[in-house]
């Protein structure tokens, strides 16, 4: 059996089939990410650019810290466990995390929960929309990444600090120093709140010195007085030192109101009728002499009657009878009365 034919024929089968080309495997080089993961997290910071003149996430924990510190101070003055109230600096502090997408609850006294924002270059400013017009209740000032400024319209927050306050104190404004992350010191000017109220009276803690300054030996420092009904009664100094014990010393101060003394009005003396001796009886002598009788009777008459009435008197005794029906003769007469 011939055996080239078969073969020849394999040969050219082979030879009229094309051969297709293998895919180029590419290796991958180390330094080769894929494509959804060649923008880095830095890349993404920059292209999401926050407003102008929003707070930091460290200017805003400064803001909360210095939130603790007003309700520390409230406790230590109220000599209370704790302070649940809402404060100056939280319902701040809550605005801004807000305004950052935290979604932080406002607290219930704070008079309006919706607030609005405006960056105003280096200026923030803060206001309540609760009505058809907004209302500026505060303001930031951003001297510098480590420094802020702070003021409260204190007419906008009665519902907080309380009414009086709120239409008698001037402006609180707070200076704020932010280093490392942490709030370093804090000083605040016409610090005041309504400690007790009712309907008559209210009493209210006003502070010349609120200061915090986290290296010092005296870390946390107020000092200032109680005002009842707006009159300065008492005396209060709280010294919260790095380490040891917290020092309150409270003085009682003597208050001189004028108007709380009775004034004794003038009284007026009760009007008199000008004293007189009374009139002396008439003597008169039954049975005695006519001339004695007479002039006893005339100069006890004469000495307390008017000189219109003596002549009377007189004619009345020379008829007969007297001043006391009495007649002459001496035998006293008795009136006839009629049945």
């Not at 230590?76 to 807000?98: P, R, V, W």
């Not at 007189?314 to 006293?332: A, L």
Request: glycine share 6%; with cysteine.
């Amino acid at each position: 059996m011939n055996l080239v034919p078969i073969y020849f024929g394999i040969a050219i089968i082979l030879t009229a089939c094309p051969k297709r080309p293998r895919p180029e495997v590419v290796s991958p080089k180390a330094d080769t990410a894929p494509m959804a993961f060649q923008i880095s997290s830095a890349d993404l910071t920059k292209a999401v650019k926050k407003p102008v003149g929003s707070l930091s996430k460290e200017q805003r924990e400064g803001l909360y810290f210095a939130a603790s510190l007003e309700r520390e101070a409230l406790r230590l003055i109220t000599k209370s466990d704790s302070y649940q109230k809402g404060t100056l600096f939280s319902i701040l502090s809550a605005a801004f995390e807000n305004e950052a997408g935290a979604k932080k609850i406002v607290p219930e006294n704070a008079g309006c929960s919706r607030m609005q924002i405006q960056n105003l270059n280096s200026r923030i400013q803060v206001l309540k929309t609760c009505q058809s017009k907004p209302i500026l209740i505060s303001e930031v000032e951003l001297k510098n990444a480590e420094h802020l400024a702070v003021s409260f319209k204190v007419r906008e927050w009665g519902s907080v600090i309380g009414t009086s306050v709120a239409l008698t104190n001037s402006d609180v404004t707070c200076n704020l120093t932010i280093q490392n992350k942490k709030l370093e010191s804090m000083d605040c000017q016409n610090w005041a709140y309504i400690v007790t109220e009712n309907n008559l009276s209210a009493t209210e803690i006003k502070l010349k010195t609120f200061h915090f300054e986290r290296k010092s030996d005296l870390q946390f420092e107020l000092k200032g007085g109680f005002y009842k009904d707006l009159i300065e009664n008492k005396k209060i100094a709280i010294m919260v030192p790095l380490q040891g014990k917290i020092k309150l010393i409270e003085k009682e101060i003597e208050v001189i109101d004028d108007f709380a003394s009775v004034v004794n009005p003038p009284v007026a003396l009760p009007v008199t009728a000008p004293i007189t001796s009374p009139a002396k009886p008439a003597t008169i002598l039954i049975g005695g002499p006519h001339g004695q009788k007479e002039n006893s009777e005339k100069s006890s008459v004469e000495s307390n009657q008017p000189e219109g009435e003596r002549q009377e008197i007189e004619s009345q005794t020379e008829n007969g009878e007297d001043y006391g029906g009495v007649p002459r003769n001496g035998v006293p007469q008795i009136p006839h009365r009629g049945r």
